[in-house]
C-alpha cells in the first residue's frame, strides 16, 4: 500500500510539492520537522526504476562517503517495499543551466565565482577515489548563498584499483563527453571529467556547447576533431584555459591539480582553490552533539557514536540538518515536536493522518501534501518562508505534481473502483467527490482537477467534467508531422545532451540508450495517477489576475501591462511551435511530445505581476527534458510573442 511507503516520511517530513521530474525520480521540496529546515526529496519507485536501480544504488553509496561544500549532501535515505526516497540539501536557486541561460552568458567574474566551486567539487570527488562523468550544467545547482553544489552521482564510478586505472562504460551527456570515451576506448575517469569540465567552462562563458549537432554521429565527428569556435567576447586568458581542458589527446589535458593555481582562476584571488572538505564526516560537531543528546536524552558520547555510524537515517538527517542551520549562523537547536517517550517519532498532526488516510485510497497514487505555491515562490527570493511550529494550525493543501489545491481533502478513488467504494472507503463526512481518470500514459502533471490533456474519445462522461472553468483549456495538437529521426540516423536535439550509460558496441547498430527507456517505465508508472479534489481559489486563477512575484533570473520582462493580452499571445504561438499545454489560470503548463508520442519536454509558462518596475513578466520552468532543447524552444516562443 502507498500508506506504508510515505508513513517513516511523513514521521519526519512536511511534504510540499514537485519541483521536477528527471528520467526517473521525480523531486519535492519538504521540511524537516525537528530542524525546520527545507530539504528536496528525490522519490523514486523501484518497479519503474528496472534495470535502472543500480544506478540509484550507486548514487546513495557515493552520496553517503561525500561530504563537500559544492556537493548536494544526502541527509536521509528511506527505502519501502516500493519506493526509494533521498532527502537531500534544498538548492533554492534551481539549475545551474537555467541561471546560465537567464543571463545569456556569464561574465569573466562571474564564471570564475562558479568555476573555482566546480574545480573544489571535483578535486575534492577525484581525491576520494570517484570519477563524477556526467558534469554539466543541469547537474549543478544553486543554494540558498548562490553557492554551487554537484548532484547527480548515477554515473560516478569508483574504479577499485584507484582513479588512475582505466574505465570503458562510455556514460554521460554525449555533448560533455570526451573524445576518447566516445571512442569507445578505456580512459580515465579523471581525464574525462577535465573535458567535461572544459565543455562546462564554455557554456559558462559563450551560452553555448562547443560541439553540438542534431545528428550524434557529426556531434562525435566534431567532438573527436577537437574544433571549436572561439567567440570574439573571450579573453586571452580563458581561451588558453578553454584549450588546455578541451585537449583532444587526455594525456596533454591540463590536469585539476594544476587548475587549483591556474592563472585564470587565480586572477583577483590570493590563494588557489580550496578543494578540501569543510565538513568531513569524521569530524562531529560539538554543539550538533549536545542539542541532539539533549533531545534524545543520552549522553553526549552515546549520541556521539550513534552518529558515527552514518546510517542515514533520521539521526542523520537532524544532526547534518542542524549542522547546516549552524554553518548559516542560525541557532543549533531542535523543535520540541509531539514526540514519544523515545523522542524519535512525532505523533502525525492532524493533516498528517489526514494525509495518510488519504494516501490509504491511493493505490499507485503520488500525491503530497503542504503549504501554497506562494510560500514556495517566495522562497526562491531573498525572504525565507515564515516557519511554523504547529502544521495542525495550517489549512492541508495538496500538491498532485505542481497541481496546488486547497482542503477539503478527499479521498481518492483507486483505478477500478467505482466512486461509491471510493466513498465508502472514506467513511468521514466529505462531500461527494468527483473522480477523473487520466488515459494511459498521461503524466500526472497532463492531469488537472477538472480536464484532462486527451483527445475528446478518451475523455470522461460529461458529468463528471462539466465543472471545468473555461480558462483551463486543455490543447491537444496534431501528430507533428517531421520526418522520422531513427530511420534518417538522426537522434533528436531532445535526447542529444540527456545523460545516457551506454555500451559502445551496441550503439551504432540499435542506439540503444537507456535515455529513451528510462522515459518508457517513467511514464509506465505515470499512467496510474488517478485524483480528485476540490480546486482552490488562489491567486493566479483567471478571477484574481496573475500572481505577484519577485523579479529572478527564471522570470522574463515584458514591455506589456497586461496580463491578458500576453496570455493571448503565447497561447496563440503555442500551437505553432507544436506545444500542447494545458491553462490553469495564468499557468500553462506546456509539453512537447516526439513522433512516437513520448513525452520530450514539460515546462510551465506563468503569466506574473511584477513589481519594481511595474510590468508583467513570465515565469518559465523547465521540469523535464533536455535543457539546451528547452532554451531554444522558450526563446523561440518567447521571440514570437509581441512582447
Ligand atoms: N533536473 C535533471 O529545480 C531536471 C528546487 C530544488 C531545490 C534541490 C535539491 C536537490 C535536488 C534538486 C533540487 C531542486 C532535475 C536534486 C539532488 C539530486 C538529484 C536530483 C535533484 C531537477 C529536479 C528539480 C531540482 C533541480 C534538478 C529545482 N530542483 N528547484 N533543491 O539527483 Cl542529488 Cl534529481
Redesign the pocket.
Known sequence: MAVDDYEELLKYYEIHET?????F?K?K?ARHLLTGEQV?I?IMDKLALGDDLPRIKT?IEA?KSLSHQNI?R?YHVIETPKKIF?V?????G??LFDYIIAKDRLAEEEARIFFRQIVAAIAYVHSQGYAHRDLKP??L?IDAEHNL?L????LCAKPLGGLDYHLSTCCGSPAYAAPELIQGKAYIGSEADIWSMGVLLYALLCGFLPFDDDNVMVLYKKIVRGKYETPKWLLPGSVLLLHQMLQVDPKKRIMVKHLLNHPWLMHGYSFAVQWQSKYPLGRLDEDCITELSVHHKCSRESMADVISEWKYDHVSATYLLLQSKKARGKPVRLRIPNVTAEGASITPSREQKFFKKALSYEGDLEMTCGFGSMEFLASYGESQPVFCNTPTTKQPQLFLDGEEFTSPLLPVQRKGASKKQANKENSGAKPEPFVLLPPPNTPPWAVNEKRLLTTPNRALPPEETSQAAPSETPVKLPPPTRLCELAAGVISPERRCRSVEVDLNHLESGQKKKGTKMFGSLERGLDKVITMLTPNKKKGSAKEGPRKLKAHYNVTTTNLLNPDELLKEIIAVLPKKQVEYVQKGYKLKCQTQSDFGKVTMQFELEVCQLSKPEAVGIRR????GD?WVYKRLVEDILCSCKL
Open positions: 519541483v521536477g521530474t528527471g528520467g525520480a523531486v521540496l528536496a528525490k548514487e552520496m548536494c544526502l533521498m537531500l540539501e534544498y538548492c533554492p534551481g539549475e543541469e547537474n545547482l553544489k548532484i547527480d552521482f548515477g520552468q523547465r521540469l523535464k535543457a
